[in-house]
């Protein structure tokens, strides 16, 4: 089965306006905060790499249980999939647990060791303290993403990121600025939002596939006990994306902690980049992801030979997207940063970098599309291994142009060029080896 452009875009679609949507409570996080002042501003590109450091294992976990979901799909075999969603639920439920309990005591002493500016610091903490309760609800609605991915059914996502976005700007305006006779709690209540949002999307999935899905077809909400076997077999998968995503995102959280030494103004300008450039990679992850859940159909049914060509109309699909954003935003730089702050020094000191950031993603497009094919086939120790031998380079020019030469912004966004020509260089390596053909899971 030869899957077409048009079909291409049906799964990818759905996942692109999903993590948009989904973006939104990022951004509006930064614009209502920019609002506030640079501190909280610098404090939440802190506060929020780091818990999406945390919050990655969760998602780690899930790309390991949407693999095998849609590899069970691709054979046929639905009622397989119902006890894979249901030990990964036990497994999600109890690592929020622990992450919860640890965040709380592991968080002020590590945050206090390598932040420099006290201010920051206060309000990092003031962020994490409310948002750590996330995790239960994120966490398992994972699950559910996973699910709707795997069975290449994600338009639901498309749904479900609306309802959580609309939650999430109404009670950012309403907490964070004091409405409606309720205290301006400002970067808290950013954070207080966000984790009730989650709390609104897995309601929402659990309402959704009940009513809506023929879950009896796939074994949902078929409650068992944990069984080990099961479990392990999820985990042969899953623990390489746990730690893969957990790294990566940790690498990126230096970048953060190094730039912030540079000095708060530094810190904000860097913040605002990240949000703008969280554009372009959220779309080149919808087709990343859509490239990972059609190459795990495609190994089910046993149609191998269509990878690598599906692989390719991914990209070709994604860089229509990209093109012309990339374009869009090189004319209008300033316009496009006033979203985020009306700091006008600010805004005119990040031109350059801007143009930096916005050129990676010329790069960026093959190099995720092929990394998440890896993925796809189910070999995710192979993916691990690309990822750690990329944040290698990657970490060296952190330190180097970073921390050692203290290079202005620009110069230090060319980091992203390193990660990325190491990780697609090597997941193009290993697609094209055809190494991977005969893997079973």
């Given at each position: 089965m030869l899957f077409?452009?048009?079909?291409?875009?049906?799964?990818?679609?759905?996942?692109?306006?999903?993590?948009?949507?989904e973006h939104l409570i990022g951004m509006t996080d930064t614009a209502f905060l920019g609002r506030v002042g640079e501190i909280e501003l610098g404090a939440s590109a802190i506060a929020g790499i780091y818990y999406l450091a945390i919050f990655m294992l969760?998602?780690?976990?899930?790309?390991?249980?949407?693999?095998?979901?849609?590899?069970?799909?691709?054979?046929?075999?639905?009622?397989?999939?119902?006890?894979i969603f249901t030990q990964g639920l036990l497994f999600q439920l109890t690592l929020a647990t622990?992450?919860?309990?640890?965040?709380?005591?592991?968080?002020?002493?590590?945050?206090?060791?390598?932040?420099?500016?006290?201010?920051?610091?206060?309000?990092?903490?003031?962020?994490?303290?409310?948002?750590?309760y996330g995790f239960f609800f994120s966490f398992t609605a994972f699950m559910f993403r996973a699910f709707y991915v795997g069975i290449a059914n994600t338009k639901t996502l498309t749904m479900n990121s609306i309802v959580m976005v609309g939650t999430n700007i109404l009670l950012n305006y309403i907490l964070i600025f004091g409405k409606f006779g309720l205290p301006a709690l400002g970067i808290a209540g950013a954070a207080i939002a966000s984790s009730i949002s989650e709390m609104v999307s897995l309601i929402f999935f659990i309402i959704y596939t009940r009513t809506k899905i023929d879950y009896k077809r796939y074994d949902l909400f078929h409650f068992s006990k944990l069984q080990p076997h099961l479990l392990k077999r999820i985990l042969n998968i899953s623990i390489w994306t746990m730690i893969q995503a957990f790294i990566s995102i940790s690498t990126w959280f230096l970048f953060f902690i190094a730039i912030?030494?540079?000095?708060?103004?530094?810190?904000?300008?860097?913040?605002?980049?990240?949000?703008?450039?969280?554009?372009?990679?959220?779309?080149?992850?919808?087709?990343?992801?859509?490239?990972?859940?059609?190459?795990s159909n495609l190994m089910g049914a046993g149609q191998q030979e269509e990878v690598i060509p599906t692989c390719k109309a991914v990209s070709?699909?994604?860089?229509?997207?990209?093109?012309?954003?990339?374009?869009?935003?090189?004319?209008?730089?300033?316009?496009?940063?006033?979203?985020?702050t009306d700091n006008k020094e600010l805004i005119q000191t990040a031109v350059p970098s801007f143009y930096?950031?916005?050129?990676?993603?010329?790069?960026?497009?093959?190099?995720?599309?092929?990394?998440?094919?890896?993925?796809?086939?189910?070999?995710?120790?192979?993916s691990l291994w690309i990822e750690l031998f990329a944040l290698v380079g990657y970490v060296s020019a952190v330190?180097?142009?970073?921390?050692?030469?203290?290079?202005?912004?620009?110069?230090?966004w060319t980091t992203e060029y390193v990660y990325l020509l190491f990780m697609g260089s090597l997941a193009c390596w290993y697609m094209y080896s055809g190494k991977w053909k005969l893997n079973k899971i």
């Open positions: 077409t452009k048009k079909y291409i875009l049906r799964v990818a679609g759905p996942i692109l306006v999903s993590l948009l949507m969760g998602f780690g976990f899930s790309i390991g249980v949407q693999i095998l979901i849609g590899r069970r799909n691709g054979e046929k075999n639905y009622a397989a999939i119902g006890p622990l992450l919860f309990g640890m965040s709380h005591w592991v968080s002020p002493i590590i945050l206090k060791s390598i932040l420099q500016s006290e201010h920051i610091y206060e309000a990092t903490l003031r962020y994490l303290d409310w948002r750590v912030e030494h540079l000095g708060e103004r530094s810190l904000a300008i860097t913040n605002v980049l990240r949000n703008v450039s969280s554009f372009f990679f959220i779309i080149v992850s919808a087709f990343a992801t859509a490239a990972s859940s059609l190459v070709i699909v994604c860089y229509c997207f990209v093109l012309p954003l990339i374009l869009l935003m090189a004319l209008f730089p300033q316009t496009i940063m006033r979203i985020y930096v950031m916005i050129c990676v993603y010329l790069i960026s497009v093959p190099a995720n599309i092929m990394f998440n094919a890896v993925s796809g086939t189910g070999n995710t120790r192979i330190v180097y142009i970073v921390m050692i030469l203290r290079a202005n912004i620009a110069i230090c």
